[in-house]
Nanobody
């Protein structure tokens, strides 16, 4: 079994910063990618960014977060982070951790997992 547990959400004023964390636990063999999605009220879940085990990082094509958000990862601690700066009211959403993980039982199969989500509310 694999679990992704997010933390760090909350209420912040526009222009402020937050750091979200996502810790993976369980029968982990390796983690191929760890990243973040978000879902605002009444909208579809959208990709924010992710980092791979090879060190590459990609962000949403829309450019809505580029330059303000940074995805990083502590490989030794199986933890991913989302540093969010210059927050806007449009960033209000539930933020979900997402990872592609290989377990000890199935090291040759990468499976996609989701965290439970953490609420980020930006007040204007």
């Amino acid at each position: 079994q694999v679990q992704l547990v997010e933390s760090g959400g909350g209420l912040v004023q526009a222009g402020g910063s937050l750091i979200l964390s996502c810790a993976a636990s369980g029968s982990l063999f390796s983690i191929d990618t760890m990243g973040w999605y978000r879902q605002a009220p009444g909208k579809q879940r959208e990709f924010v960014g992710q980092t791979s085990s090879k060190g590459s990082t990609v962000y949403a094509d829309s450019g809505s977060v580029k330059g303000r958000f940074t995805v990083s990862r502590d490989i030794a601690k199986n933890t991913a982070f989302l540093q969010m700066n210059s927050l806007k009211s449009d960033d209000t959403a539930v933020y979900y951790c997402n990872a592609n993980i290989r377990t000890i039982a199935s090291p040759h199969r990468s499976v996609n997992y989701w965290g439970q989500g953490t609420q980020v509310t930006v007040s204007s």
